[in-house]
């Protein structure tokens, strides 16, 4: 079908019309990964469906199908709710700092009590950062994008979230959600002046940040990947682990079913944080090198849909999606490799967790909607109408 044809008002918005311009590409690698997290988990469950890999399929089947509903969505729905799920998010979060309404675990104060269930407002967060900036940089003219006192709002929309989730504490959230917002201001145009000028304040401004602004559990994971060595029994147990894993499983791995370090306890977190470790000592360089190239293969799939889109909204907020994820693969990758400090990041569709699982699958629902809607022409203006 042509460009011309999709972009006829009647025929655009017929279903069927809808459903060939999916991209069934990305949909298939976004299963494979989901899959083969699925087959993980029933590894290091000890060969059982229970207590993670049941659940893990059934979440993704789920959040499969609402991903292919918000594809459906027309690009301009997106677009016009862009400031308003940024600001429920926002207020979600502030609410977590009121006592009876946040919920406390392990140290940190990250979820939000609404009555039957509890929510992390972070994750809301990560979509509602990518959708308010797309639409404040859709509105801007190339001079406000790359140097100009207007850039406030952006860099507001990036760090008021950045320091109340940083506050709860979750530094690998607040890190995912600063990235991100840094990542869609790049693309968007930013001069090359205040990008040197922020990473010179970031250089100056970490190592006095270490040592003084975290909480005492931060430093010594940052402590712990300098030198896992120095206390292999405690806190550089999950890093040392880890390694021992990748290393294990050479070339082809161990086997299916047949990893030491899991089956026998040794790999902390094997269901969610280190669950790629588990994946390099069962099915070794080759296994692990073949996940890598799916995870690549939806990256560059998701840019090309971007890069497609008709309005500036469309490529700056499947871009922002798109890094968000890539960030995702990146930092639990280097994490697990000892490269990165443990900052609890998982790795997005093959670790346990339905929190993050639902934040991805709707993102690639805004990909997706993208890529249907492509031809869409959005009003320009920073407003909220």
């Known amino acids: 079908m042509t460009a011309s044809a999709i972009s006829r008002p009647g025929e655009r918005e017929r279903f069927s019309t809808k459903l060939t311009q999916i991209d069934w590409r990305l949909a298939a690698l976004i299963c494979v990964v989901a899959g083969t997290g699925g087959l993980m988990l029933y590894s290091v469950g000890g060969g059982s469906w229970s207590p993670w890999a049941a659940k893990h399929m059934i979440r993704f089947g789920m959040c499969l199908a609402l991903m292919l509903v918000l594809s459906m969505i027309n690009i301009r729905y997106w677009f016009s709710m862009a400031y308003p799920i940024y600001g429920l998010a926002l207020i979600m979060l502030a609410l977590i700092e009121i006592p009876g309404l946040g919920y406390t675990a392990m140290g940190a104060t990250r979820w939000l009590n609404i009555g039957f269930t509890r929510i992390q407002p972070s994750e809301i967060m990560k979509i509602g950062v990518v959708l308010a900036l797309a639409r404040w940089y859709h509105g801007a003219s190339a001079k406000e994008a790359s140097f100009h006192w207007k850039l406030i709002f952006p860099i507001g929309i990036i760090g008021l979230p950045f320091l109340l989730v940083a506050h709860q504490p979750d530094l690998g959230s607040a890190m995912l959600i600063g990235l991100t917002g840094a990542a869609i201001m790049f693309m968007a145009g930013l001069s090359w002046k205040i990008i040197g000028a922020v990473v010179a304040a970031g250089v100056a401004f970490v190592p006095p940040y270490v040592m003084f602004g975290m909480h005492e559990y931060q430093r010594h994971r940052v402590l712990t990947f300098l030198d896992p060595e120095a206390d292999p029994s405690g806190t550089g147990y999950h ?30 977190e094997k269901q969610t944080d280190f669950i ?3 994946v390099s000592e069962e099915f070794g360089f080759l296994g692990s090198f073949t996940l890598l190239a799916c995870y690549a293969g939806i990256i560059l799939i998701s840019l090309r849909i971007a890069s497609l889109s008709h309005s500036h909204f469309g490529r700056l907020a499947s871009s922002g999606v798109t890094a968000t994820f890539a960030l995702y693969v990146l930092i639990n990758g280097a994490m697990v490799m000892g490269l990165a400090p443990v900052v609890g990041v998982p790795m997005p569709l093959l670790s346990y967790g339905g929190t993050v699982m639902l934040t991805v699958m709707i993102g690639f629902g805004l990909v997706m909607a993208t890529r249907v809607h492509r031809y869409a022409e959005l009003p320009k203006g920073h407003g909220l109408i």
């Open 276 to 278: 790629f470790s588990a």
């Open 239 to 268: 890093i040392m682990q880890s390694k021992i894993a990748l290393g294990s499983g050479g070339l082809l791995g161990k086997g299916f079913g047949l990893g030491s370090q899991s089956q026998l306890e040794f790999l902390p």
